[in-house]
């Protein structure tokens, strides 16, 4: 009996991560879900947060953005995820900065006719879920 997952997670970018695991925990629209070895096929819409996997080498965490999620009944996970980064390798300040620029463009274009709020409330969801993500994981200096 196999007691593993395949798991995959893609961005329109690049495979971010693809391994066999024993579990992950997925924020999706409707709550956070674990997915241990034979659940039963589902598919789901991400929400951004914090995607944790439990492999042999033990556990990563990751902040993802929106997607999809389909868990298929030959243990195997797919995610395909707008944006999924590593907490070891986010970057604090520049997803502050990035956010800070967001909200300072919202700003400008308040009122203003044929403006993607959508697109400007998404950038900021999504650097404001990497600043949590990654400031609950990483040792901040301070002292800088």
Same mark, same amino acid.
């Given at each position: 009996?196999?007691?593993?997952?395949?798991?995959?997670?893609?961005?329109?970018?690049?495979?971010?991560?693809?391994?066999?695991?024993?579990?992950? #925990?997925?924020?999706?629209?409707? $709550?956070?879900?674990?997915? &241990?070895?034979?659940?039963?096929?589902?598919?789901?819409?991400?929400?951004? $947060?914090? &995607?944790?996997? @439990?492999?042999?080498? $033990?556990?990563?965490? /990751?902040?993802?953005?929106? $997607?999809?999620? %389909?868990v298929r009944a030959n243990n195997e996970v797919i995610i395909l995820a707008?944006?999924?980064?590593?907490?070891? &390798?986010?970057?604090?300040?520049?997803?502050?900065?990035?956010?800070?620029?967001? %909200?300072?463009? /919202?700003?400008?274009?308040?009122?203003?006719?044929?403006?993607?709020?959508?697109?400007?409330?998404?950038?900021?969801?999504?650097? /404001?879920?990497?600043? @949590?993500?990654?400031?609950?994981?990483?040792?901040?200096?301070? #002292?800088?």
């Amino acid at each position: 009996m196999n007691h593993t997952i395949h798991f995959k997670i893609a961005t329109p970018e690049k495979v971010v991560y693809e391994n066999d695991i024993f579990q992950v #925990s997925i924020p999706t629209t409707t $709550g956070e879900i674990t997915v &241990l070895p034979h659940h039963i096929p589902l598919v789901s819409i991400l929400q951004a $947060g914090e &995607l944790k996997i @439990k492999d042999n080498e $033990g556990e990563h965490v /990751m902040a993802i953005s929106s $997607g999809f999620l %389909e868990v298929r009944a030959n243990n195997e996970v797919i995610i395909l995820a707008d944006n999924a980064e590593r907490v070891d &390798l986010i970057d604090i300040d520049r997803a502050e900065q990035a956010r800070k620029r967001a %909200e300072e463009e /919202m700003t400008k274009v308040k009122g203003q006719e044929n403006v993607d709020y959508a697109r400007l409330q998404a950038v900021i969801d999504r650097e /404001m879920n990497r600043i @949590k993500v990654g400031k609950k994981y990483k040792k901040i200096n301070i #002292s800088k």
